[in-house]
């Protein structure tokens, strides 16, 4: 079992910033890559971004691509977003999560198995 808390949501105009944390505590020596998805309303659950937990690569949904950076620090099982040049359709509420498997489609949240409880993005224009 993994835990993960995230911190960091709030109210933004837009083309300002804000960067999340997300803390894992559990089976921490189980992550093999950890994504960030987040959910608007009425609307599916989608891909933001991904790192390799050990390697450190990472990807990015195009809509946040050059705006967005994810990065992590294993000493601190945290992982970090940080997203500058806010928009208003960024307004949603952010998960992070790991998947239980090595091997998993990172941009599909349906392949992850521990999940955060979610924070808040509200991007006011």
């Known amino acids: 079992q993994v835990q993960l808390v995230e911190s960091g949501g709030g109210l933004v105009q837009a083309g300002g910033s804000l960067r999340l944390s997300c803390a894992a505590s559990?089976?921490?020596?189980?992550?093999?890559?950890m994504g960030w998805f987040r959910q608007a309303p009425g609307k599916e659950r989608e891909f933001v971004a991904h790192?390799?937990?050990?390697?450190?690569?990472?990807d990015y949904a195009d809509s946040v691509k050059g705006r967005f950076t994810i990065s992590r620090d294993r000493a601190k099982n945290t992982v970090y977003l940080q997203m500058n040049s806010l928009k208003p359709e960024d307004t949603a509420v952010y998960y992070c999560?790991?998947?239980?498997?090595?091997?998993?489609?990172?941009?599909?949240?349906?392949?992850?198995?521990?999940w955060g409880q979610g924070t808040q993005v509200t991007v006011s224009s």
């Open positions: 999560a790991t998947p239980r498997e090595r091997f998993y489609a990172y941009s599909d949240h349906k392949r992850y198995e521990y």
């Open positions: 790192i390799n937990w050990r390697g450190g690569s990472t």
């Open positions: 559990g089976r921490t020596f189980n992550i093999y890559g």
